[in-house]
């Protein structure tokens, strides 16, 4: 224990409290340890069905991505373009979490969904181009202190890349820190790749 936290993977916050993962540690234990635990293939079906006949809309295909994401993540969904939109769904899923009881941190999550360049600025720093990215990207994964901003240091942000035809942008969600992880991130996985090919 005490070797993780001097490599940085572990951090305690109190003298007395117990260690917790750093966002170093659990970048580390979602990429190499972690075993992920896929959607079955009747709900793949499922989401599929409901977002099929937007396929030639594309606007329309994001926005029912997005929502389909929140309800079967049950967190607060969000995808942008690479020309500035960004949609959201799921705010009220937020509250079900007890890091949300506290009202600042609520407020500044919900703030940010009408800012764009907030978005496009941490995806930044992650080293993802936006403009460029792809849905060969490896999941991202933001935890407190990578959101760069007061109030963020519960949260964790996972996303994914997509590309559908000429648009491009991200499709992930925000919730605890301590998120379960081992169905989250597979299931943003998917709905990534779902949208790189259903109108691709």
């Excluded at 005490?2 to 409290?17: D, E, P, V, W």
């Excluded at 079906?45 to 049950?74: C, H, P, Q």
């Excluded at 360049?117 to 407190?144: C, M, T, Y």
Aim: a negative charge; aromatic letters at 10%; proline letters at 4%.
């Amino acid at each position: 224990m005490a070797a993780l936290t001097q490599l940085g993977y572990l951090k305690k916050s109190h003298l007395s409290a117990g260690r917790c993962p750093t966002s170093m540690g659990l970048k580390y234990y979602v990429r190499h340890l972690m075993t992920p635990k896929s959607m079955s293939v009747s709900d793949e079906i499922g989401v599929k069905e409901k977002v099929w006949d937007y396929r030639n809309e594309f606007e329309r295909l994001l926005k029912e991505v997005t929502r389909e994401l929140a309800a079967k993540t049950r967190s607060l969904a969000i995808s942008t373009t690479d020309q500035g939109a960004i949609y959201s769904y799921g705010a009220s899923n937020l509250l079900e979490e007890p890091e949300f009881y506290n009202i600042d941190v609520t407020k500044t999550v919900l703030s940010l969904l009408d800012n764009p360049a907030f978005w496009f600025e941490i995806i930044s720093k992650a080293g993802v181009d936006p403009a460029l990215a792809s849905s060969a990207e490896i999941i991202h994964l933001l935890v407190g202190e990578d959101l760069g901003m007061e109030h963020l240091e519960p949260c964790g942000f996972i996303y994914q890349t997509y590309q559908s035809g000429p648009h491009r942008g991200i499709v992930g969600i925000i919730g605890p820190a301590r998120i379960h992880y081992q169905t989250i991130v597979p299931t943003v996985d998917y709905f990534a790749e779902l949208l790189s090919t259903i109108s691709g």
